[in-house]
């Protein structure tokens, strides 16, 4: 299985544009809005926009 390219932004980015990487092998541009998510797929391409909070790995209150 192939992985997906993830795209990081800035946490105040509300809007995102995707070409597919344009030439002959992209789409057509969209523009897509993180509502109130932290990630949006393209649904042309299904590269992944996020946001750099929705990457960061998650705290865990385990003692050692």
Do not use: W
């Amino acid at each position: 299985m192939e992985s997906r390219e993830i795209v990081q932004v800035d946490d105040d980015t509300e809007t995102v544009d995707c070409n597919g990487g344009g030439g002959t092998l992209g789409h057509p541009m969209v523009y897509l809005t993180f509502d109130n998510g932290d990630v949006v797929d393209c649904y042309y391409c299904s590269r992944r926009f996020a946001r750099a909070r929705a990457l960061k790995p998650k705290r865990t209150n385990q003692s050692v």
